[in-house]
Every structure is written in structure tokens, then in C-alpha cells.
């Protein structure tokens, strides 16, 4: 059925093949609500007075949606735009009676005595009367369609531009993630080099492999679980070589569906910030804990660090950090209404708990 109406849709953009469908459309389906109207009228016969009779209605039509409309009434030029269209409703419905009687009668083989142009324009108030509604229905019919399809395409417009702004800001945010993690990750690169410690070059060749994994395997909107998981065992081997011995670790991924997706690089900034501003500042027994299940609707993520104290008034500060607001904002763009955010936050513990609906 989608398919059908992407067809359909992709038809209707030429404005000459969509405007012709129209028109044959009230040619071949008029003769039907005809007859019903004068039961004494041959299909035959209304055929060829809504034949006669489509030209005035297609430049009644098109004058008023194409013309009178947009450069008069739109233009809050009213008067004008009252004169003009009563005008062309007037001529139009005589000329529409003078064609009906004395073209669409003689094809369809009418023997009935025709009234002269003059006995016509005499009866201009009765001609007005019957022959506008045959003149603008259908340009009536049309206005309305023609409304419709230009709010449609109005609204999916926005909604193309709302989408484009918020591929732009994801983007945006994304790319701060990346600056602030190999600014983080070379400290401890140059740390080591000072050293001169042999884990100098597996440190540059995981360094290596997270950057092309951040720089050009995360340009999809959604990646495989595994692979977050995986660029989130090297993080944290790295953090772990700066740390030592001191560091207490405990991770546990549960993810028996290797298929699941997800958005890239939430999950990582979440860990980096329990190092950043948590392990990091804990002189005495740092503790990161991370845990993660995975079913085929739902990720429960935790990240839990233990912290330095700190004053009152900076507490805010730690937990609104740049950090913390980037995730929710990428949370906000990707999972609309389908996460939940929740922090637990002690003087010398921090916790975040994630939950997604996939």
C-alpha cells in the first residue's frame, strides 16, 4: 500500500500530468451527476455539455486560484478583488448559457426553439443565478484541493527543515565529544612517553582504532550495540593504564541479541564523564561500576562513581556539567519520550541510570 502511494505521489509532482487527471476526472465523472439532475439528458448528451462547457470552467478556475487570489485578495487589495471576480463570474455565466444553447444543443441534437443573446442578457439575473454554480463547483472543488496539497507540502517542509536542524545540532554535539575524549586520551599518552612505559605503543594503536571507529564508523543514526561496547572495553582500558592499581573496575554487558542498534556514542559519554569528574578527583579508592542489559525493546544502562567531595554551591556545577547536558540533548533528539534519565547523586558517590526504548 506504501508503495502505491509513494507511485501516486510521485506522479502528482508534475503539476501538467496532476492538473490533466483532474480535469478528465470532472469530464468523464459530470455526465453521471448529470443525468441524475435530468434524467431526460443521454450520457451521451451531458457529455458533451460538460465538454462545451469545461474551457469557462477551467479559465474561471484558473483565474481566480492563479490570479484574483494571490495577487488581489491576498494582497488585501478586497475591492478589487470583489470587482474583478464578480465581473468574470458575470461574463463568464452568460457566455456559459449563450455556448450551452446555442453550441452544446446543436451537438447534442436538441430541437428546442433557442433564446436570442438579447433575450439572454435580459435575464442576466437568472443567468447569474444557475450558471455561476456550473461555472466555479468545480473551481471551488479545486481551490479546496489545491489548499490541501499546498499545507501538506507546507508541513512536510518543516518537517524536513526541523529534521535537517536537528541532524545539525546531533552532529554538533557529537563532534564535542570527540575533541574533549583525545584531549583526555593524550594526557595519558604523554604521560606515558614521559615514563618511557612499554604500554606506549598499545596505547596508540587503541587510540587508533577508537578514532576511526568515532570519526567515520559513527556517521550512521544508529550503530550495533556490540560495537559501542566494544569501543567502551578500550575507553576504559585506557583510563585503566592512568589509573592502575588504584582503580576499582567492575563492568558486566549483557546483550544476547548482537542486532540491537543504537544511537552512537551516548553510552560512551556517559563512562567518560564517571572518569572525568568523578574517578579522577577520588585520590583514595576510585570506583567505577558500569553495567548494561539488553533486551529486544529495552537498554538499561548504569554508570556508577564514587567522587571527591565537594562544596555546596559546586554540586550544581558537577551535575549539569557540559557533559551531562550534551547526553540529555542527544537523548532528547534521537529518543523522544522513549528514555528515561535518572541520577542519584550522594557528597562522594554518583550514579546514572538509563533506560531506552528501543
Request: some cysteine.
Amino acid at each position: 500500500m506504501n508503495n502505491i502511494y509513494a507511485y501516486w505521489d510521485k506522479i502528482l509532482e508534475n503539476r501538467l500530468v496532476a492538473h490533466g487527471i483532474f480535469w478528465l476526472a470532472v469530464l468523464f465523472a459530470a455526465p453521471f451527476f448529470q443525468e441524475v439532475g435530468n434524467p431526460e439528458l443521454s450520457r451521451f448528451q451531458s457529455f458533451v455539455y460538460r465538454l462545451i462547457g469545461l474551457p469557462l470552467k477551467m479559465v474561471g478556475t484558473y483565474f481566480l486560484v492563479y490570479y484574483q487570489i494571490p495577487k488581489l485578495l491576498q494582497k488585501r487589495k478586497y475591492l478589487q478583488f470583489l470587482l474583478s471576480f464578480f465581473a468574470t463570474a458575470f461574463v463568464l455565466s452568460i457566455v456559459y448559457r449563450i455556448n450551452n444553447i446555442y453550441l452544446a444543443e446543436t451537438l447534442a441534437g436538441s430541437s428546442e426553439p433557442k433564446d436570442s443573446i438579447i433575450s439572454i442578457l435580459a435575464q442576466w439575473r437568472w443567468t447569474f443565478a444557475v450558471y455561476f454554480w456550473r461555472v466555479y463547483f468545480v473551481g471551488i472543488l479545486f481551490l479546496f484541493i489545491k489548499m490541501v496539497k499546498d499545507w501538506s507540502q507546507e508541513k512536510r517542509k518543516l518537517e524536513e527543515l526541523q529534521k535537517e536542524k536537528a541532524r545539525a545540532e546531533l552532529n554538533f554535539l557529537k563532534a564535542q565529544i570527540h575533541p574533549h575524549f583525545l584531549f583526555n586520551t593524550l594526557n595519558n599518552l604523554y604521560a606515558l612517553a614521559l615514563n618511557k612505559s612499554d604500554k606506549t605503543a598499545e596505547v596508540v594503536a587503541k587510540l587508533s582504532d577508537m578514532l576511526d571507529y568515532m570519526l567515520y564508523q559513527c556517521s550512521e543514526p544508529k550503530v550495533r550495540l556490540v560495537k559501542e561496547i566494544e569501543l567502551i572495553h578500550n575507553y576504559v582500558e585506557l583510563e585503566q593504564l592512568r589509573y592502575g592499581d588504584r582503580l576499582t573496575l567492575e563492568m558486566d554487558f549483557q546483550v544476547p541479541d548482537s542486532t540491537i542498534e543504537i544511537a552512537p556514542l551516548v553510552l560512551l559519554s556517559i563512562v567518560e564523564n564517571a572518569f572525568k569528574h568523578g574517578a579522577s578527583g577520588a585520590v583514595v579508592d576510585p570506583r567505577v561500576e558500569i553495567e548494561l542489559q539488553a533486551e529486544e525493546e529495552t537498554i538499561r544502562f548504569r554508570v556508577f562513581n564514587t567522587k571527591p567531595p565537594v562544596p555546596q554551591e559546586n554540586v550544581k556545577n558537577q551535575k549539569d556539567g557540559i557533559g551531562s547536558a550534551n547526553i540529555q540533548r542527544q537523548l532528547e533528539l534521537v529518543y523522544p519520550g522513549q528514555y528515561d534519565w535518572k541520577v542519584n547523586e550522594e557528597s562522594t558517590t554518583y550514579e546514572v541510570l538509563l533506560t531506552i526504548r528501543l
